[in-house]
């Protein structure tokens, strides 16, 4: 009896440290952005700024700096940093794409776009589109996932 007690115990523990999570809930493990480069390339000297962002400008992921060349037909993709660890998929909702550049003098860069979330339980959400931004229109911020 006292064994069945602590099998039933050990049993107990165990289930209420596993945290439960619907298919909804999910843990992100990373965040990626892929750029394709179409007509125009961004310069090597251009400044990048991507991130994801909540519905109110919170900011869950991000990644900046120049990255070098992206010449016409390349594809370059940038991890993202998250700002937090184990963020919930449901702050995915109504969440934002931002892509900004700062070049040095002029920068016209066309490309597609493809954010790649993964999960810690190695499923996957993609959201894609196409972009296009130069000194005069530098930046964009559009919703990715509903």
């Known amino acids: 009896m006292k064994r069945l007690t602590l099998l039933l115990l ?3 523990l165990v289930m209420a440290a596993t945290p439960l999570r619907s298919n909804a809930q999910r843990s992100i493990k990373t965040i990626s952005v892929t750029f394709n480069t179409t007509s125009d390339d961004k310069d090597h ?3 990048l700024r991507c991130q994801i962002l909540t ?3 919170h900011w869950l992921a991000s ?8 010449p016409d037909g390349g594809t370059y993709t940038l991890f993202l940093n998250m700002g937090a660890p184990d963020y919930s998929s449901s702050l995915l909702s109504q969440s934002r794409l931002y892509v900004g550049i700062w070049p040095n003098g002029n920068d016209t860069w066309n490309f597609r776009w493809q954010v790649t979330v993964t999960y810690w339980d190695g499923s996957q959400s993609t959201s894609s589109g ?3 931004l130069d000194q005069d229109d530098n930046a964009f911020k559009l919703v990715i996932f509903n």
């Open 10 to 12: 050990a049993a107990f």
């Open 45 to 47: 000297d251009t400044y």
């Open 63 to 70: 990644n900046e700096g120049q990255f070098g060349h992206f």
């Open 130 to 132: 196409t972009g296009g």
């Open 55 to 57: 519905p109110d400008d």
